[in-house]
């Protein structure tokens, strides 16, 4: 389901990371850097509604509105219950939905958010979203003081919260269209190669847009996908080469790869995940580009895993979604 | 695409694991240990004057009391991982999956965090520790009478 907006802009967007983000090579363009996991809460999880409740707090600041004037809040996390948005959006008094596509949250956010403005039912809204790395390995994997090996494909949550504003005023950056995917199954078993699971999911929503909006991978200067991480970004460029025969290798990038240093944090194994780790190199790196002019046409691809831990272990395939939105400079 | 053409792709972006290296780590570290170990129970004998099979109880909780004190202190998980099945095989893996659990739920308070789920990864060990035990002590009794 592809289709374009009229009037829905980018207002203001900003970004709150911890330590592992701090050390990785996007240090300087986050708003808020914690130096401890826990930033000053007594557990993972309440230090992740932190991460977003702060993420929020300084979207409000930066564009100069007081919580009253948002007419709705939107987010999405990892946490059983996404317990996170839910905690966060308890302290600032918004309509609010939470949502849930795993790491493709955000991307569902903005589209729902877009699609609500562009329908003219409401004038603006925040789209956030969070994941924190201590919080995710307790879920979904082992205590997090476990120090099982893990392979090379495994990715690391980001630690972070990330908010975006978006509204019907006009600004420098139009969210121009976007693609809803759809849940795919290829047959993978690996949670510890998510780059694999999802990067089918992104190769079918980025194919479905272009072919909609009868464009070539070049229409765009970037393709930014979710979190592939290094193997699973790979796996993409393979994929649409030999389904599609198109060949998006030369301006296609994933935020997995991007948001750590990957030869010196060697802990991150094959890159960043979570939901929080597209966004965070969206909001810190690729939008204040596209306000500098640096980069006009941009396809935004965040991707989600969709599985529990139980259907794993009841030896189901892991399933995966990604959602695409084009994001445009306005000059 | 079918899943099959699909996993080809995959498969032709798979890292390749230092299994031989793994291998090799782990047999060194895993030597060491038990090197230590067996150091301890010398040492608990001729100092304490007491049997090889009491000084092994003793080796066996210093080395869960430094296993799980490590874990504390937050590096062992560091050394796990870089050891791998070094430290995980012997006592130490066990020591240190209780307190790694113990730790991490502890905030859920006594009953639901602690108590329940601080075998969350000893559990295995423990159930299928007594069944192999089960199984190979009635081979043995089968096999030779119970000797």
Redesign the interface.
């Known amino acids: 389901m592809t289709y374009k907006y009229d009037n829905v802009y980018v207002g203001g967007y900003s970004t709150v990371v911890g330590p592992y983000e701090k050390d990785g090579p996007l240090s300087k363009g986050f708003d808020k850097c914690y130096d401890n996991l826990y930033n000053g809460e007594?557990?993972w999880e309440q230090a992740e509604v932190r991460l977003l409740s702060d993420s929020i707090d300084i979207l409000l600041k930066k564009i100069q509105k007081d919580k009253k004037n948002i007419d709705l809040l939107i987010s999405g996390d990892l946490l059983n219950q996404i317990t996170s948005s839910s905690y966060a959006a308890l302290k600032f008094d918004m309509p609010f939905f939470g949502i849930y596509s795993a790491c493709a949250s955000s991307a569902e956010g903005i589209i729902l958010g877009a699609s609500l403005i562009d329908g003219g039912k409401i004038k603006n809204c925040i789209s956030a979203t969070s994941s924190h790395n201590m919080s995710s390995e307790?879920q979904f994997r082992?205590?997090?003081?476990?120090?099982?090996?893990?392979?090379?494909?495994a990715t690391f949550t980001a630690t972070g919260g990330a908010s975006i504003y978006l509204t019907r005023e006009k600004t420098n950056i139009k969210v121009e269209s976007s693609t809803i995917g759809k849940v795919v199954?290829?047959?993978?078993t690996d949670p510890f190669?998510m780059g694999?699971v999802m990067a089918?999911a992104a190769g079918d929503t980025i194919y479905e847009h272009l072919k909609a909006l009868k464009r070539e991978p070049s229409y765009y200067d970037l393709i930014l996908t979710g979190d592939l991480g290094v193997?699973g970004r790979?796996?993409l460029i393979?994929?649409m080469h030999?389904?599609y025969g198109l060949d998006i290798s030369n301006n296609y990038d994933d935020a997995g790869t991007m948001l750590y240093d990957l030869s010196k944090q060697e802990e991150v194994m094959a890159g960043g995940s979570g939901p929080a780790c597209s966004a965070l190199v969206n909001y810190a790196k690729i939008l204040p580009k596209m306000e500098k002019g640096e980069l006009d046409r941009v396809l935004f691809v965040p991707t989600g895993a969709l599985f529990s831990p139980t259907f794993v272990y009841q030896h189901e395939n892991i399933n995966s979604i990604a959602h695409a939105i084009s994001l445009e400079a306005v000059r | 695409?079918e899943?099959?053409?699909?996993?080809k792709?995959?498969d032709?972006?798979?890292?390749t694991?230092t299994r031989v290296q793994?291998a090799i780590i782990s047999f060194l570290i895993g030597g060491v240990v038990g090197a230590i170990g067996q150091g301890l129970i010398d040492f608990y004998s001729s100092w304490f004057d007491i049997s090889t099979r009491d000084a092994s109880t003793f080796m066996i909780v210093t080395l869960v009391f430094v296993a799980s004190l490590f874990?504390a202190l937050?590096f062992?998980?560091?050394?796990?991982?870089f050891a791998?099945c070094g430290l995980?095989i012997p006592i130490t893996g066990f020591a240190?999956?209780m307190?790694?659990?113990g730790?991490?739920?502890r905030?859920e308070g006594p009953i639901y965090g602690l108590g329940m789920n601080i075998f969350?990864?000893a559990g295995s060990v423990i159930l299928y520790g007594i069944v192999s035990a089960w199984l190979f002590g009635t081979i043995r009794y089968l096999l030779m009478g119970g000797i």
């Open positions: 007594k557990t307790k082992n205590p997090t003081e476990y120090g099982a090996p893990k392979p090379k494909t199954d290829m047959g993978q190669n694999a089918a193997y790979e796996i393979d994929y030999t389904e | 695409m899943k099959k053409e699909y996993k792709i995959v032709r972006h798979k890292p694991e793994n874990t937050g062992f998980d560091k050394w796990v991982t791998k995980i240190h999956s307190t790694s659990a730790i991490e739920y905030k969350k990864l």
